[in-house]
């Protein structure tokens, strides 16, 4: 199990679908790498520029554009034209199929997280940063491994 957080920048109309379970596929040109069952937080770029939910990574999907496009374009929440553009002069597109969302009662800046930028695409962060979004939603247990 990999265990891994990663943060992402998400525009807010895009993140607002997933949150509504709207859209289920998220599209990376780059795709951190991650495993079934880890968290993607996302971070909304402007104007919102807050950390506003997370999900569970359910599947990452690795094609070419045109094979991810007859996949799941529907589930992508774009047009054709703007997934074409995204990925145009690519020869591998990425999908992360989301799981359980969980939407943050009270969004947090990236200072919670000693971070000045959000990321260009992503960057890991640690449990422990994890834990600082997400305070008010969770649950501490007691793990033995």
Sequence with gaps: ?????VLISIKPQYATQIKKGNK????????????????????ESAPIGKITSYFKVEEIITT??????????????VSKDTFDNYF????????????EIVSLKNPKKLGVIKKKYA??????????????????NWV???TIV
């Design 24 to 43: 289920t596929v998220e599209l990376r040109k780059v795709v951190p790498k991650v495993c079934k069952g880890d968290t993607i937080v996302i971070y």
């Design 1 to 5: 199990m990999c265990r891994k957080y």
């Design 64 to 77: 070419a554009p045109e094979i991810l496009w007859q996949l799941v374009g529907e589930q992508t929440m």
């Design 88 to 99: 145009k002069g690519r020869t591998l597109a990425n999908g992360i199929r989301i799981g």
């Design 119 to 136: 990321p260009q695409s992503y960057y890991y962060i640690t449990k422990e940063e994890f834990y600082k979004i997400n305070n008010e």
């Design 140 to 142: 501490y247990k007691l």
